[in-house]
Each structure stands twice: as C-alpha cells, then as structure tokens.
C-alpha cells in the first residue's frame, strides 16, 4: 500500500530561513529559482514522491507556510477488501 | 485546503492552525517567535478555545502579534501584560488570557507585574519567548543575555561586575504556590517542538480548569542579533543557552 | 426615600461608584485616599464586585486597561505620586479609545510631598492623560455630596466620551465628613459596546483594542476623533457655579476646596460692604469659558484662588483674553488658605 503525500508550500510567506530542508530526511524540498515578492528564493518541493508524511518540515517552519495532505492511493481500496476476507 | 482537484479526497495531517490569522508575520527568517506562535495557535485550536481567547499582545518584536493571532487581542504597555490580562481575567472570567511576552518585557520591566500575577495564581497564561536579547530596538543587553555574550550596549561581552547574571526566570517563579504549570521548552528540532507544543497545551489546559498561574519559557533564536544563520542560532541555543537554561518542567500540571 | 448619612468625601467617592453601577476597582495604598480602596475592599464585594489591591499604581491602571476593554464600568484612585505613575497607562486609554473613572485627592508636591491638601496638580490633570495630544475629561467637586453625585455621573460621562475622566479632590476634601443623601444603588449596564473584548465571541468578528498605529495618517485620524469627542464634550459637560452679588466689583475664580475658601470670603466681604461674586468651575475640562469672557467685561478685576503656584490661573487667564486684569491668591506644598489670609491679600491687592 503506497501512501501518497503532497506538501503545499505558501512561497509567498516563505522567507527561506532552510529549516524544512534542513529537518526534512528524505531531501523533498530545495529552494527555488525564483524571488517571490519580498526578494526570498521560496522553498519547492524537488521530489514529491520521496515525502513519507513525517510532517517534520512543517513542525519547524516558523512562518506556518507548509500544509501536508495524504491522498488514498489507487490499490488502498483492494487491500483493505482482501484483508477482511482473510 | 488549497483549491485543485486531486486533493479533494485528501486527509489533511498538517494544516496551518485556524489560531493564526492568513497575516504573514513579520518576524525575521528562522526566527522561532513564529514557531512558538504557531504552536499556540494549534494548542488554541485543538482546546478548542479560540472563540474565547484574549491575546494580549506586548512590546517588542512580538507587539504586531494582535494581528496574528485570530482572537479577541488588546495592546499592552510595556511590561504590563500580565497586569493587563489579570483585568480581564478578573473583569470576564470566561474568557481563556494569555500574554506573549519577550525577555525585555517580561524579565525587565515587566517583572514586578508578572511575579504578582502569579503569586496572585490568576489563571492566566503567560509565552514566555527568551532570546537572550532585546530584538525590536536592535539587540541590546536583555536580563536573559548570557555572561560573556557581546551585544549593542555589552559590546565586550557581559560582566557580571557591572550587569549581573542572567535571570533564570522560571527558578524564580517556581516555589511560588499560584503556579500550575510551569515549563522551559525550546524550538530547535522535531522532538522539541513537540515538547514545546505539549507544554503548551498544558499551560492552557490549566488556565481552563481555574488550576492557577501558567507559564512556559521558550528559549528561542534571534539570527539577526545574534548575527548567524537561521542554522547557526538553532546550533547556538544547543550547544550555549542550554547550559544556561536547561529545560525542565518545574511545575508539571495532572489536570 | 433615600438615606442621608455622614460620609467623608473618600467614602462619598467609593459609594457614589458602587451607587452608579461600577464593580471593578484597582488600586494601591497611598495617603490621603486610603479610606477608598478600604471601603471598595469592604463593600464590592456585598454587590459581586471585584476589588484588587495591586502591587502599584503602574500594575493599577493596567489592570483599570484590561478590565475596561472589556466594557465594564472601573475605577481606580491614588494620589499626586501615583497619579504621576498612571500617566503612561492614561495615554494607553485615550488612545485605544476605552472609558474609565480615576480619582486624584491631591496632595501637597512635587516630590514625595506631604499628605496636605493641594491643586498642585491642575496640569496633571487638564493637560493630558500622559503623553500624546489628548487630556482627561476633568472634574472638581467641592463638597462630599457633591464628590458622591459625580462619581455617579462620572462613569456614563467615561463611556459616552471613550476616555478616562479624572475626578479632582484634595487631601481636605478627601476627608472632612458632611451629609450625604444617598441614592439606590444601580445594577451595571450591559457589555455592549461594539468596541468590547473579551467572553465568547459566538462567531462575531474579533476585535482588537489598541493605540499602535505605525501607518502615521490613521495615527492622526485617531487623534482627529478624540478631539471631536471633546468638543462634543465641551458642549455637553461643561459645568460652573457661581455665587455672590449680582452685581460685584470684584470676581473671584476657584474650583475645589479653594472654592469653599472663597464663599466665606464673599458672605463676609459682603457684611463688609464690598460685593464680590464668584465663578466655580466645576468642569476643568472642558473649561467653562463663557462666564469668565462675560463677567470679566463688568468686574474690575479677578482674583484666583487656588493651593498651588499658579496653574489654575492660566486658564483663567485665557478665557479673560486680557479685557481685565487678573491676580492670583496662592499657598501650596499642602498648606491651606484661611478666608483670613485670603481677606487680608485681597485689600493689599485693592
């Protein structure tokens, strides 16, 4: 059952401190090449995939700019339905 | 929820807190006032007391915090809070009061009134945010700076034969019996920001049961007055302020 | 059917408080008021009240803040030293736009002073409630009933003018004990103003109470708004007395203890031949213009009289725009003016 997670990052409050990056152990995020409006280089996310949901990068962000959601995966459905027959 | 399609069955595990305005604070990058007001965000919206809270918002970088947080908020004067907040305690006893106060305010001029309202055991909750500096007016000499550390008006590094040590805020309040909770957390990685948020929540938690006086001291960066990086001041209060300021939970509260 | 009972103007100003709705008092020790936070200590709590001692006259009037941002009527009193102490939290008050009552029984000064009976205190109290454009509505009684009926009317005065109004006593004043007729005591209004914080807000917006403006024209608009209220102020609230001959040679100007002074001065300058009349302001500010711009056109003269070294006269002086000339009859530091001093210096001054 592969979870599926999507980090939502506001780049118009990010002020790139790197502390997501930095707490982050699966190197989803990195900064971007783009200045958003007060002349910070925001964070992106690099690598959506590799996110495993800890919620790390979000705990340590002072400016509360990252939001965190998990999608049900296609094959959850069918795993659940093969574990109640068993 | 932010607006697309493919998140519409989405389960949320992280959601900026309803405790916080959409406002962006003003606080430098990596600054941990924003964590911590984070963190009492989440704590206001998990108690679910965010209809009835009063923040009372102080002087120092913080005093914007009335824009910040999504409650009822009133201005104090400087070191005042916690005299403010006993007002409107005493005159609407319903409402949850909580002060955000930093080292200047609290621990300078403010000290008298905070020492007072816990030893009156008000219910009221007092974020303590200890940055061993005075940030808004450029980095002074806070009475939370440590020996030897060089600020604007220590500029050789604080001698205690002329500026005395530095005041352990919680040591001092700990014996007093008005205390319910009293806790020194800090921000500087996952495992103590969770502290940090029970702590907290513990703080409020006490202040709805009418258990008394509540206070947690959040050792928390200044990268601009410390002039390092975000990084470097999370490092600094591992490897320096803790020695100073070891965390603890003096009073701890059942509930 | 009321009581009339003897009541020193300290316990006339507490009674009166509690007579006109309010249930909040904060306060800390000082000479000559110290019977008033007694006698809250004592009586709010028969009503449900709340009385705090606070730990100074600094945590006072922010406890005074935080209570009346949230609608409540609240009072707090002191004396020269710790009014001194409140200013920084009055200028809070007017600028975040919230009501309050704040009781000054003056004491000789500056300084530590003494526990004598001054008006040493004028500019304290009419020309600003700390720094900031911006002063306290001002009022001065001078006797206990009258001390007792304003602290009634004091606190709808507050809340209809969102500042803080200062009640002017003296250290005589204060305690000298006269009949009161005393009236029932009232329930406190509701909390409804759209201004209040505080409670269960129930989904409507929240609200902030605050006087830190950095976007400098909402600064001034603030400001703007205050003095309109004045105004109004000046329209509706201005208060005088006058009392003598109807047709003197000679005024007198004194508010407060002073002004008692003067009546004895005038029935017996009066036995004496000499017609004197006298204009007791009552409102200090707003200040009572008109009588003075009026009679100062017939009199030959006007003599103030008040116990400090010339505060009061200055106002006086304004509203005469020189159309005569105008004296001053002075003591301070806490000494009182005898109507035989007073006597005496007015024939030197003829």
């Keep these: ?86 | 929820m932010p607006d697309t399609p493919d998140l519409a069955d989405a389960e949320v595990v992280y959601h900026r807190p309803a405790g916080l305005t959409e406002v962006q604070m003003r606080y430098c990058p990596g600054c941990t006032h924003g964590t911590a007001h984070k963190l009492v965000a989440e704590v206001l919206e998990e108690l679910d007391i965010i209809d009835r809270t009063v923040a009372i918002a102080t002087v120092g970088c913080s005093v914007y915090a009335y824009e910040y947080f999504n409650t009822d908020a009133i201005q104090a004067a400087h070191g005042r809070g916690p005299a403010v907040a006993t007002g409107i305690k005493r005159a609407s006893p319903e409402s949850i009061v909580f002060t955000y106060q930093g080292d200047g305010d609290l621990a300078a001029i403010g000290l008298s009134e905070v020492i007072h309202t816990a030893q009156r055991g008000d219910s009221i909750t007092v974020i303590f945010i200890n940055n061993a500096v005075f940030g808004m007016t450029r980095g002074q000499m806070a009475p939370t700076t440590l020996l030897g550390q060089k600020t604007t008006t220590t500029p050789l590094g604080r001698d205690p034969r002329i500026a005395g040590t530095p005041m352990m805020i919680c040591e001092l309040l700990a014996p007093i019996p008005g205390v319910a909770y009293l806790a020194r957390e800090t921000m500087i990685d996952p495992k103590t920001v969770r502290n940090a948020r029970r702590s907290i929540k513990k703080a409020f938690q006490a202040q709805i049961d009418g258990a008394g006086f509540s206070l947690v001291e959040l050792v928390s960066t200044c990268p601009a007055w410390w002039h390092m990086s975000p990084l470097e001041a999370m490092a600094w209060i591992r490897d320096e302020m803790l020695k100073q300021y070891p965390l603890q939970i003096f009073v701890d509260y059942e509930g | 059917m009321t009581k009339r009972v003897m009541m020193t103007g300290n316990e006339a100003i507490a009674e009166g408080a509690i007579a006109g709705g309010c249930r909040y008092f904060f306060g800390y020790p000082i000479t000559p008021q110290n019977a008033i936070p007694q006698y809250m200590a004592e009586h709010l709590p028969e009503v449900g009240g709340v009385y705090l001692q606070a730990e100074s006259e600094l945590a006072a009037i922010n406890l005074v803040y935080g209570a009346a941002a949230t609608g409540v009527y609240v009072m707090t009193s002191s004396s020269s030293p710790g009014i001194s102490l409140m200013q920084e939290g009055l200028s809070y008050m007017l600028g975040s736009e919230l009501p309050c009552v704040v009781v000054n029984m003056v004491r000789g000064g500056p300084g530590l002073g003494n526990i004598g009976p001054a008006q040493s205190d004028y500019w304290l109290a009419t020309r600003g409630a700390g720094h900031g454009d911006g002063r306290c509505l001002t009022f001065a009684p001078h006797r206990v009933q009258e001390v007792y009926d304003w602290a009634i009317a004091a606190f709808p005065i507050a809340q209809k003018y969102r500042c803080p109004v200062m009640l002017l006593g003296d250290g005589l004043v204060a305690n000298m004990a006269e009949p009161v007729r005393l009236q029932e005591r009232r329930e406190p209004p509701p909390r409804d103003q759209e201004w209040a914080i505080g409670g269960r807000r129930h989904g409507r917006p929240r609200r902030i109470v605050n006087s830190l403006w950095t976007d400098v024209p909402v600064m001034e608009a603030l400001n703007l708004r205050i003095q309109e209220r004045f105004k109004q102020a000046a329209e509706n609230e201005t208060r005088w007395e006058e009392y003598g001959d109807d047709d003197p040679v000679l005024l007198f100007a004194a508010y407060g203890i002073s002004a008692r002074v003067c009546k004895t001065v005038i029935d017996r300058l009066a036995d004496e031949g000499l017609r004197t009349r006298l204009i007791r302001p009552i409102s200090l500010f707003p200040f009572p213009h008109k009588p003075f711009a009026e009679w100062a056109q017939r009199a030959e003269r006007i003599i103030c009289v008040e116990l400090s070294l010339g505060q009061f006269v200055e106002d006086v002086r304004l509203a005469v725009e020189g159309r005569c000339p105008v004296d001053l009859i002075w003591r301070t530091g806490g000494v009182l003016l005898t109507p035989e001093e007073v006597i005496a210096r007015v024939k030197e001054l003829l």
Excluded at chain 1, 22 to 49: I, M, T
Excluded at chain 1, 53 to 68: F, R, V
């Design chain 1, 1 to 86: 059952m592969k979870k599926r997670f999507r980090v939502i990052i506001n780049q118009d409050h990010c002020k790139a401190c790197g502390l997501c990056i930095e707490f982050c152990p699966n190197d989803v995020l990195g900064v971007s090449a783009r200045r958003n409006r007060a002349g910070f280089y925001p964070v992106e996310v690099k690598d959506q995939d590799a996110c495993a949901g800890c919620a790390q990068c979000a705990l340590m962000c002072p400016d509360a700019c990252i939001e965190i959601y998990r999608l049900p995966a296609p094959d959850d459905d069918q795993a659940v339905e093969e574990g109640v027959q068993q």
